[in-house]
């Protein structure tokens, strides 16, 4: 039987694989090398990152629209990039499943945020109006999500294999556990997830905010 590692690398390369299998089998090999980095990773993936920092990778860009109450949802023109920038892009901290489902359920190509009350309230006061602010883009992006996260664990579990570490069965030797410990390439994996910082402030997208167009 093949290691641990070389199972998830096989899995993660299958188009078909279930992505929260995924998630809990690199769970089992963080927690069996005591990768408490990764572990964390994991499970703000599998349940959502409330509050805590969101990966750039999840970063979503789309077209605000106003309402006008005599023409409907129309798209509103920022006068500065710096703006557009700051209201046009957002972090989805949803857990995998929660996208999944939305990607996989939408009967359209679109999907659309509704800002939270207080950015709404800060919207409309940049532009002058008061009205009701939404965000809509491509559902492509939240595949370009879940993609990245299935590449994040195959990546990972090739590192792991490079550095000599591919368990036996699901165990793992002490000699194994000891360069995970030890090379910082695995114990710092998880700051490669995270961009450099701007000087714009993007907001996190509203969890209950997603849904079809």
């Known amino acids: 039987m093949n290691g641990i590692?070389?199972?998830?690398?096989?899995?993660?390369?299958?188009?078909k694989a279930d992505i929260e299998s995924l998630l809990r089998k690199?769970?089992?090999?963080?927690?069996k090398l005591k990768l408490p980095e990764f572990q964390?990773?994991?499970?703000?993936?599998?349940?959502?990152?409330?509050k805590k920092e969101?990966?750039?990778?999840?970063?979503?860009?789309?077209?605000?629209?106003?309402?006008?109450?005599?023409?409907g949802w129309i798209p509103v023109v920022m006068d500065s990039a710096v703006a557009e920038s700051a209201f046009t892009k957002t972090k989805l901290p949803n857990s995998?499943?929660?996208?999944?489902?939305?990607?996989?359920?939408?009967?359209?190509s679109m999907l659309v945020m509704n800002l939270p009350a207080e950015r709404n309230k800060y919207v409309a006061k940049c532009c002058g109006f008061n009205t009701q602010f939404r965000l809509e883009f491509g559902k492509n992006q939240i595949y370009?999500?879940?993609?990245?996260?299935?590449?994040?664990?195959?990546?990972?579990?090739?590192?792991?294999?490079?550095?000599?570490?591919v368990g036996r069965d699901y165990s793992f030797s002490e000699e194994e556990k000891k360069i995970a410990q030890e090379k910082t390439e695995i114990t710092n994996y998880i700051t490669n997830f995270w961009g450099t910082a701007t000087d714009v402030q993007m907001q996190q997208?509203?969890?209950d905010s997603l849904q079809d167009k």
């Not at 964390?40 to 409330?50: A, P, R, T």
């Not at 969101?54 to 023409?71: D, F, H, S, T």
């Not at 995998?96 to 359209?108: I, K, M, P, R």
């Open 26 to 31: 690199s769970y089992v090999i963080a927690r």
């Open 144 to 165: 370009s999500i879940l993609s990245r996260v299935k590449n994040n664990i195959l990546d990972w579990a090739l590192t792991l294999e490079e550095s000599g570490i």
């Open 40 to 50: 964390e990773w994991i499970q703000c993936e599998q349940e959502g990152y409330g």
């Open 205 to 207: 997208g509203n969890v």
């Open 5 to 15: 590692v070389l199972e998830l690398q096989k899995e993660a390369m299958d188009k």
């Open 54 to 71: 969101v990966p750039e990778y999840r970063m979503i860009q789309g077209q605000l629209k106003a309402l006008n109450p005599v023409r």
């Open 96 to 108: 995998v499943s929660e996208l999944y489902d939305l990607y996989q359920n939408a009967e359209s």
